[in-house]
């Protein structure tokens, strides 16, 4: 007979201040998404029984329902029927660098995979042609990809490159990323030009990402360039906010 799962949120240091202005469910829900961003709860692992939990803490179950309710909301655990409340992976926190997400998903430790849904040449339109400095209507390359991390999709990257820049295999498209690529072709990347927005999700939009439709995504457009100053891509990426976002690094100028 298999022993039962052991709690994982046993061995951590959970506690509330009940002298804080800060709602004890509020605590509890910062201290499990610590855990969380730490790897101390890792994917995959089960969270015991809310009552347990609550015991333990001396806190009400509603309190601790809330507390779980929270991270539901933000993506970090899932209740599945049958099996109970699951880790499921922490945000993505991207630097805002000319770096490329499967190297942002591999450091975090996210197991990057990649869907290749289309690799083709198309005319380029007005806003294509504009980033890469070349004619409208011209031949350039697009591909298209569902980037996944955990078995679970995270964006969807259209990119359009110049023809001819080098080889776009689509095997090798699918298993690593777009500037792994363009770096072993021999091309420096330099700088980017960088735009990030948000807006809803479409039904298509959330079928694809696996969201409801209204959802929240963020988008970055990005023309990067090379040590030339030549536009070697132009990227139109789609984010699901709730696995996603974005950090800034501001200074205070003198």
């Not at 509020?26 to 089960?46: C, D, K, N, V, W």
């Not at 029984?49 to 179950?61: M, T, V």
């Not at 339109?125 to 955990?150: D, T």
Request: aromatic residues 4%.
């Amino acid at each position: 007979m298999p022993k039962p799962e052991v709690d994982p949120t046993v061995s951590l240091r959970l506690g509330v201040d009940r002298t804080s202005p800060v709602p004890l469910y509020f605590q509890l829900s910062q201290q499990l998404e610590t855990a969380i961003e730490r790897g101390e709860l890792t994917p995959g692992s089960l969270l015991g029984n809310e009552i347990e939990l609550a015991g333990r803490l001396g806190l009400s179950r509603p309190t601790v329902r809330q507390a779980i309710q929270s991270l539901v909301d933000k993506g970090l655990l899932v209740r599945r029927r049958g099996v109970g409340t699951q880790v499921v992976h922490s945000q993505v926190k991207r630097p805002m660098e000319l770096t490329s997400l499967y190297d942002d998903l591999e450091a975090a430790g996210q197991r990057p995979a990649t869907r290749l849904l289309a690799n083709t040449l198309v005319p380029a339109s007005a806003e294509v042609a504009a980033a890469l400095g070349v004619a409208e209507g011209s031949e350039v390359h697009r591909i298209e990809r569902l980037r996944l991390a955990h078995g679970e999709p995270v964006a969807h990257l259209r990119n359009h490159l110049p023809v001819g820049l080098f080889d776009l295999d689509g095997d090798r498209l699918e298993s690593t990323g777009l500037y792994r690529l363009m770096r072993a072709a021999g091309i420096t990347l330099h700088s980017a030009r960088q735009s990030v927005g948000a807006r809803t999700a479409t039904a298509a939009e959330g079928d694809r990402l696996d969201e409801r439709e209204g959802a929240p995504l963020l988008t970055m457009r990005r023309t990067t360039f090379d040590d030339t100053g030549r536009a070697v891509e132009y990227g139109d990426h789609t984010y699901r906010a709730s696995r996603y976002s974005f950090e800034f690094q501001l200074l205070v100028r003198s």
